[in-house]
């Protein structure tokens, strides 16, 4: 009887588990991915030495923030 | 039930509220056996159960293997809850009901504190002692082996690091390490900066690195523990021994008693001086284990490192 009962709240506890909607979404899994951003101003490439803050040729600003060093993006790509 | 209350005190009869003492403590021995058994079973099904769904569980973070191990600990703690509650309204209460009525003076006032003791310990030390040692055992059934997890990620970083090309001029992009995080990877030939997205499974890695480095080193982290454990056992090794020598008059004895007790007291000493070192040795490990593992995190984990070892 109380083995009953413990399976029953076990298997209802599962159930009510896997049908709670997991928060923030169902996650994506997504594969390495490569890609690249050309000028949405000008349509120029961004190269290394240019930096990436800026673009190169026109000047159009891709990203606001002066960076600072972190894990991967370094101070020295701050575009001049 | 343990025959504690059959002494009759100086041949008075027993009081009256003595019957309803030795029920409520029956009920209460009994009470406490149901919730022990009730226990034992709800951990011995849910166990398997919980392994099972860590297995099969297709969600990255395991979000419903956690929600289900936070049901079960949540019965747990229930249970837990409901001796507590008992205990408080049946036999606190009964005990601080009587109490009034009977003087310390009272010969048959042990029977009362007897009352009280006995319940009391068949709680605080039997009963509780089996409940925690079940928690225990559900948090080991959460535990997997993170090898398998960073092999997945070395074998995939293998198979995907000269597949990608320069969306610029189309040369090839070696990927030098696994990146955990979005970067910029310039192209050798065209200088492009191109955007590498690492995959999700290899996102987690930074999740479970420091685990996983854990785990390398747990067999540091045992020694460490045994001999922090030593402190305690020594000491109460030597307490037993001081004990002994209370009544013992042959000076012979006393004196081998009393160099027993400064050799333990002095390895007692030397543990204490000994188990921090055994500690930053397993961290230190730990911590290079972990570098290893998510190298471009040491700046930051060597930090870490170092806040931990001075507090």
Redesign the interface.
Do not use: W
């Given at each position: 009887m109380?083995?009953k009962k413990?399976?029953s709240?076990?298997d209802r506890?599962?159930q009510?588990?896997?049908k709670?909607e997991?928060?923030g979404g169902k996650?994506?899994?997504?594969?390495?991915?490569?890609?690249?951003?050309n000028c949405i101003n000008c349509g120029a490439?961004?190269?290394?030495?240019d930096g990436?803050t800026h673009c190169g040729y026109c000047g159009y600003e891709f990203i606001k923030v002066k960076l600072t060093d972190g894990?991967?993006?370094k101070k020295e790509?701050n575009s001049l | 039930m343990f025959g504690l209350f059959n002494k009759k005190e100086s041949g008075e009869p027993l009081p009256e509220w003595f019957a309803t003492l030795e029920e409520s403590k029956e009920r209460w021995f009994l009470f406490l056996e149901k919730l022990e058994i009730k226990i034992e079973e709800l951990c011995t099904a849910a166990i398997p159960e919980l392994k099972e769904l860590l297995a099969t569980d297709e969600d990255i973070y395991k979000r419903t293997f956690h929600r289900v191990y936070a049901g079960v600990n949540g019965q747990l703690q229930n249970i837990r809850e409901k001796a507590r509650d008992t205990y408080d309204d049946k036999i606190t209460e009964m005990y601080e009901n009587i109490k009034p009525e009977i003087s310390v003076l009272n010969p048959h006032y042990n029977l009362l504190s007897d009352f009280r003791t006995v319940c009391s310990e068949r709680y605080h030390k039997d009963f509780e002692q089996k409940y925690e040692y079940w928690p225990n055992q559900l948090e080991k059934a959460q535990e997997r082996d993170l090898e398998i997890e960073y092999q997945k990620i070395v074998t995939e970083f293998d198979a995907i690091k000269n597949k990608f090309n320069c969306k610029q001029c189309g040369g090839n992009i070696t990927i030098e390490k696994i990146f955990f995080m979005t970067t910029y990877i310039s192209c050798s030939h065209c200088q492009t900066q191109n955007t590498f997205d690492p995959s999700t499974q290899a996102r987690m890695l930074q999740n479970f690195a420091k685990e996983l480095a854990e785990q390398r080193t747990s067999h540091l982290y045992e020694i460490y523990l045994t001999e922090n454990n030593k402190e305690r056992e020594l000491y109460h090794e030597r307490h037993e021994l001081s004990l002994s020598t209370i009544h013992e008059k042959d000076k012979k004895v006393l004196e081998q008693k009393n160099i027993q007790m400064d050799n333990l007291e002095k390895q007692r000493k030397e543990v204490i001086k000994n188990a921090p070192k055994l500690y930053h040795t397993y961290l230190r490990a730990m911590y290079d284990e972990w570098n290893k593992i998510t190298p471009d995190l040491k700046e930051h984990n060597e930090k870490m490192y170092e806040s931990q070892i001075n507090n």
């Open positions: 109380e083995e413990i399976s709240f076990l506890l599962k009510n588990a896997k709670q997991h928060y996650t994506e899994e997504n594969e390495a991915k490569m890609d690249a951003l490439g961004r190269t290394k030495h990436i894990i991967y993006v790509d | -």
